[in-house]
């Protein structure tokens, strides 16, 4: 660093406030993550996918900060764009009936996996989709989702957003 005339400086321990631009973006990343994961009734198992899953939707929303266009389109006009980043977003925690193709079923098996949606793949073209029966996460293009019911599914009564209701007797 000081070959190129950088300063290193670190912040003490437990003050955040003294890196307030990326304490703001990080905390707003983790109340996203949050809600949704409440809303979709998910495990907190699934908080690495929910993080994932919100910055691929806020790198796809405008911003005042480019002159309210998205990064990815800043980042397009001076990059090449990976088909990777193109997948039209879904509804985290929606069930996703993954197609099971032809040559690993038998006629009477079923034509789909019933799957929970999780996010998109970094590192090929397609949607992941976690199987929680078997513990196994497909990545695929060939998915057909319902977007308007949730895999982990919660009736509740409770005003609560998510939370369980303590009740004594």
Partial sequence: MEDNGLLHET???????QNGVAERKN???LETARSILIEAHMPKM??????LYVVYLLNRMPSSFHGYKTPLDVLTSTHPLPSVL?????IFGCIAYVHI????RSKLDPCALKCVF???????????CYHPPTKRTYVTMDVTFS?????FHHESNSPLQGEKENIEE
């Fill in 86 to 90: 193109t997948l039209h977003p879904r």
């Fill in 46 to 51: 699934f908080w690495s996918d929910a993080i």
């Fill in 118 to 128: 999780v996010g998109f793949s970094p590192y090929s073209k397609g949607y992941r």
């Fill in 11 to 17: 912040t003490c321990p437990y003050t955040p406030q």
């Fill in 147 to 151: 977007e308007l019911s949730m895999y």
């Fill in 101 to 104: 193709l032809k040559h690993l």
């Fill in 27 to 29: 905390s707003h990343i």
